[in-house]
């Protein structure tokens, strides 16, 4: 039996160094003195970022550590529509699963988009963000550029 009687999962999905797309996945939870928890249950390469796939490997830490998935009473991913689809994405595959697990906007990516969308006023943050956007596309869309930039980092010690 678990430590707490409900809970919410955080899921977010990034590209790690080499390249390859993780999902992280994190519960939060209140315990009977009311403190709030979150607790990392881990982090899953995924092959494939349909939601299909993504709420699959979302139930798997679930089951793997014990937890009534009738108790999460909360999902919270960002707003990317594979994530926070309402008739296809991952928030309505757990819905399947889950009726009363309500969908949250993740505020820390709400908050990113009201930060990008502010400066997006200032031409000196917007023509700094575009240099180094292109730097990255530049160096990125290329496996021998790439390589060669990690040699450089290696032959500088960085």
Do not use: W
């Not at 995924?46 to 796939?53: H, Q, Y």
């Not at 594979?82 to 991952?90: K, L, W």
């Not at 595959?93 to 990516?109: N, T, W």
């Not at 575009?130 to 021998?144: A, F, G, R």
């Amino acid at each position: 039996m678990s430590p707490f009687s409900i809970y919410s999962i955080l899921v977010d999905k990034t590209k790690d160094s080499s390249k390859k797309e993780q999902l992280s996945f994190l519960i939060r939870f209140v315990d009977i003195n009311f403190n709030i928890f979150e607790k990392a249950l881990g982090c899953s390469h995924m092959k494939k970022s349909d939601a299909t796939s993504l709420a699959q490997e979302i139930v798997k830490p679930i089951q793997e550590n014990n937890l009534d998935i009738n108790k999460c009473i909360a999902q919270c991913y960002d707003g990317a529509s594979v994530m926070s689809g309402v008739y296809s994405g991952v928030q309505q595959k757990i819905s399947e699963i889950v009726p009363h697990a309500v969908y949250i906007h993740c505020y820390a990516h709400r908050l990113n988009l009201c930060l990008v969308d502010c400066i997006q006023t200032v031409p000196l943050i917007v023509d700094f963000f575009d240099t180094i956007q292109n730097l990255y596309k530049y160096l990125m869309n290329s496996q021998t550029r790439y390589e060669l930039f990690i040699e450089a980092q290696k032959n500088k010690n960085v």
